[in-house]
């Protein structure tokens, strides 16, 4: 049946039911009124960027071969993608930059909502950063820290941001720096891969790609990857640290996953989104006996909170909050009828939720000036105001329980147990303090590799489909699989990070988890939290004293769909990870941008695209690369 096509998740698939017999349009409904796509749209030949066209390139060779102002299809295809490229790196950044304010504000005793929670975190990211900490207070240091971090966003001069500087191994920024040489040296052109500055870097990609400006594939595409790199080794990163210094760095706990967290006697209240600075607050406030107790008045068992999306990684990271599900859940949360609010930042949130919650009692909250909804509830969050407005947004979903319909909630009992919580410091204490037993592990060949998985779900592929059945396959072939996102999250609905699925790894692997008492896939996090697959990648470089493009490292996005996606491919690639992509991005009208993601790259930096269909293909061709880094290692 339809409902079967359309996603592999069992509670996704009764709700789905559900959602056709009721006359619910869904995500999956839209698609359909969509067909047939744009051909020029997924090849990425379409530019809109003047208004002498819109301009479409034919892609059989035939006319029209250029565009009104004479640029070529490789020209429409890279700018397109490098746009792409900053508005994702832009979007996480922006995150970071939200993060590093607040720690400053914090430090100088400005906002006295929120407060440094990981003194340990705190004084270890000062020393990475050469800030000194003897003899200094926490809030001075603190006060530093988020001053470098402020300054990775908008300093001017040509230097490489300090971030960067301080966390990605040196033989890294040594090959980007010989990199950009041998380009100039070879083209003539000044081509940077080093970022200067994180809002720069996106502010360069919208100049160039301004009518009349950079039309050179190459070009376009280095300055993909700087931006990109702007953001997974300081946007990202920097949101990452900070938010864990703020809120605390996560270790291994024990979480629930999947619709079933919900609970029919609660108010339950959904967070959905990206930042941990309205989420944090969220469930502290929910959670306090004022609002269990105001909960109860209206005649429930108290208050429940479930995250959504990246969000909710955060929160089960940090605060063992149970997760409701990934993207494609996000409709199908509302129609189980028993959630009172969904509160929302930014990011990843879709306008119909709007006008599904008014088929319910559902309070949609937005709070964020960056996320406004049509139809949403708008709930203005102020971080120096945040108890009183956290608490006027709970009290709003407590508010509407009342009005809760009883015949038309229905919620599925699906639930997963999933270990989280994989933080680098986390990891290396589990290793006992060093990377080194997990290199040795991976020299003797009981653990080939590591693969990386990240993204969202995308609603033209059967929703986690592809996550469970690459997860399986890759550990089955004593690959660890470390991750993020939407990802993490099918992946702890599916069960794959429970102990139990240390039965579905290799024999190799499963030795390796067992004696560490760990499943065979690891939850790292938040999209944001790809950064803590550099460090860790960095760490095993800096270890044996390689390039991280020596190690036998692959990465995923096999259901990705943002722009965000793309800054995260992109910055992987440049920092030396082969990157599988599927559904193929916008780039294949484009033959020379093909080429140089798939094989230029390669060459240069080391870590480059590659498209493949189907689970078990992929998993193939993932193992290839790593067997192919082994042996070039001698191992
Ligand atoms: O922040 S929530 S849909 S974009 S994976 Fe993808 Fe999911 Fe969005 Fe990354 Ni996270």
């Not at 009721?22 to 995500?27: A, S």
């Not at 002498?52 to 299809?73: D, K, L, Q, S």
């Not at 024990?254 to 209240?269: F, H, P, Q």
């Not at 990648?537 to 692959?554: F, K, R, T």
């Amino acid at each position: 049946e339809l409902s079967r096509k359309r996603s592999a998740d069992p509670a996704a698939i009764e709700m789905l039911n559900l959602a056709e017999r009721k006359q619910y349009e869904t995500i999956w409904d839209r698609l359909e009124k969509q067909q047939p796509q744009c051909g020029y749209g997924q090849l990425g030949t379409c530019c809109r960027l003047c208004t002498m066209g819109p301009c479409r390139i034919n892609p059989f060779g035939e006319e029209p071969t250029h565009g009104v102002c004479g640029a070529t299809a490789d020209t429409i295809v890279a700018r397109n993608l490098a746009r792409m490229a900053a508005v994702g790196s832009s979007s996480h950044s922006d995150h970071g930059r939200g993060a590093a304010l607040l720690l400053k504000e914090v430090a100088i005793g400005k906002n006295k909502d929120y407060r440094i929670t990981d003194v340990e975190k705190l004084k270890a990211v000062a020393t990475r950063l050469g800030i000194n900490t003897a003899g200094r207070s926490y809030l001075e240091i603190a006060s530093d820290v988020a001053d470098v971090a402020i300054n990775c966003f908008g300093k001017q001069d040509e230097e490489p941001i300090i971030f960067l500087q301080k966390y990605m191994p040196k033989k890294r920024i040594e090959r980007l720096k010989e990199i950009e040489t041998m380009l100039f040296e070879k083209t003539g052109k000044k081509m940077g891969l080093l970022p200067r500055g994180i809002d720069r870097e996106a502010v360069d990609i919208l100049h160039r790609t301004h009518f009349g400006c950079d039309a050179d594939p190459l070009s376009l595409m280095m300055q993909t990857v700087r931006c990109a790199l702007s953001d997974g080794w300081a946007g990202s990163l920097i949101a990452t640290e900070i938010q864990d210094i703020l809120f605390g760095t996560p270790t291994i706990k024990t979480v629930k996953a999947n619709l079933g967290v919900l609970d029919a006697e609660y108010v339950n209240i959904i967070i959905h989104g990206h930042e941990p600075i309205l989420s944090e607050k969220v469930v502290e406030i929910a959670l306090s006996e004022e609002m269990q107790e105001a909960a109860r008045k209206v005649g429930a068992k108290g208050v429940n909170v479930a995250g959504l999306c990246c969000t909710g990684n955060e929160l089960l990271m940090r605060q063992g909050v149970g997760i409701a599900g990934n993207e494609l859940h996000s409709e199908l949360a509302i129609m189980t009828g028993a959630v009172e609010a969904m509160v929302v930042d930014v990011q990843c949130i879709y306008p119909s939720l709007a006008k599904l919650s008014n088929c319910f009692h559902t309070q949609f909250i937005t709070t964020n000036e960056q996320a406004a909804i049509p139809g949403a509830i708008h709930i203005q969050f102020d971080e120096e105001k945040a108890n009183d407005i956290a608490r006027k947004i709970v009290q709003a979903g407590i508010d509407a329980f009342p009005n809760r319909d009883k015949s038309k909630v229905y919620i599925p009992s699906n639930i997963s147990n999933a270990i989280v919580g994989f933080s680098v410091e986390e990891i290396l204490k589990i290793l006992g303090g060093s990377v080194a037993p997990l290199v040795d592990a991976i020299a003797k060949g009981s653990i080939k590799g590591v693969a990386g998985i990240v993204g969202c779900n995308n609603v033209k592929v059967k929703q986690d489909l592809y996550h469970q059945e690459l997860t399986k396959e890759l550990i089955k072939r004593d690959i660890l699989v470390i991750g993020t996102g939407c990802w993490a999250i099918g992946a702890a609905k599916a069960g794959l990070m429970d102990i139990s699925a240390q039965g579905l790894a290799g024999e190799g692997l499963k030795a390796v988890c067992k004696a560490l008492d760990i499943p065979p896939v690891l939850h790292m996090g938040s999209c944001v939290d790809c950064s803590r697959m550099l460090v860790l990648a960095g760490a095993l470089a800096e270890h044996l004293d390689v390039d991280i493009s020596d190690l036998p490292l692959v990465g995923s996005a096999p259901e990705w769909m943002t722009e965000k996606a793309v800054a995260i491919g992109t910055y992987f690639v440049g920092s030396g990870v082969p990157v599988h992509l599927w559904p193929a991005p916008p780039i294949l009208g484009g033959p020379e941008v093909t080429k140089i993601l798939t094989e230029g790259a390669k060459e240069l930096l080391g870590g480059y695209f590659f498209i493949e269909e189907g689970p078990e293909a992929t998993a193939k061709r993932m193992e290839e690369i790593i067997l192919e880094k082994r042996t070039a290692l001698g191992i």
